[in-house]
T-cell receptor, first 117, second 114 residues
Framework: AQTVTQSQPEMSVQEAETVTLSCTYDTSESDYYLFWYKQPPSRQMILVIRQEAYKQQNATENRFSVNFQKAAKSFSLKISDSQLGDAAMYFCAYRSAWGDSGSRLTFGEGTQLTVNP | DTEVTQTPKHLVMGMTNKKSLKCEQHMGHRAMYWYKQKAKKPPELMFVYSYEKLSINESVPSRFSPECPNSSLLNLHLHALQPEDSALYLC?????????????FGPGTRLTVL
């Protein structure tokens, strides 16, 4: 079974600064997808960014980018120019590319990000 | 329309009550999901429906009964719940289950069992 580990329960960053959230995972599969989800205090979970394991190029979405290290099974999220609206719980998630397992998102425990003005 | 809606937003029920949670999407998605989320914890998958058929049941107690009457609607029927069932119940949908496509989450129903 796959596991996802987020070793930082809480992080804080000053507005306009850069912060990196860590995520490691364990899998024996070669093909899979990785995601970062954000859950603000309003509760609705939204997708921040996703990465296909077969792509070497790191995904970027505006101020959000990832550092995907497949051999090290590491998938960190970098938030540049942090904004107050970035404050939320961030979950790293894994999804297999195959079979029924592909319908399951395996989440890490989450990192609570605080943005200080 | 890229929205998953859930009703009610909040629900308080006694252990002998029967209630239902409702989830709706009009994005043409054929996979729908129920998750349970405790405070400061990640969501835990409960059920997956694919093309209106139950695809995955993560060994959820029978006091939770899912139903998918059509491709846009997903219900979760609750009966004889326990206080430890109090949680945020999230619904999600995606294009299908065998894809890279994003799961869209609803805002959740906050359930309190007295």
């Amino acid at each position: 079974a796959q596991t996802v580990t987020q070793s930082q329960p809480e992080m804080s960053v000053q507005e306009a600064e850069t912060v990196t959230l860590s995520c490691t995972y364990d899998t024996s599969e070669s093909d899979y997808y990785l995601f970062w989800y954000k859950q603000p205090p309003s509760r609705q979970m939204i997708l921040v960014i996703r990465q296909e394991a077969y792509k070497q190029q790191n995904a970027t979405e505006n101020r959000f980018s990832v550092n995907f290290q497949k051999a090290a099974k590491s998938f960190s999220l970098k938030i540049s120019d942090s904004q107050l609206g970035d404050a939320a719980m961030y979950f790293c998630a894994y999804r297999s590319a195959w079979g029924d397992s592909g319908s399951r998102l395996t989440f890490g425990e989450g990192t609570q990000l605080t943005v200080n003005p | 329309d890229t929205e998953v809606t859930q009703t009610p937003k909040h629900l308080v029920m006694g252990m002998t009550n029967k209630k239902s949670l409702k989830c709706e999407q009009h994005m043409g998605h054929r996979a729908m999901y129920w998750y349970k989320q405790k405070a400061k914890k990640p969501p835990e998958l409960m059920f997956v429906y694919s093309y209106e058929k139950l695809s995955i049941n993560e060994s959820v107690p029978s006091r939770f009964s899912p139903e998918c009457p059509n491709s846009s609607l997903l219900n979760l029927h609750l009966h004889a719940l326990q206080p430890e069932d109090s949680a945020l119940y999230l619904c999600a949908s995606s294009l299908d289950i065998f894809s890279y496509n994003e799961q869209f989450f609803g805002p959740g129903t906050r359930l309190t069992v007295l």
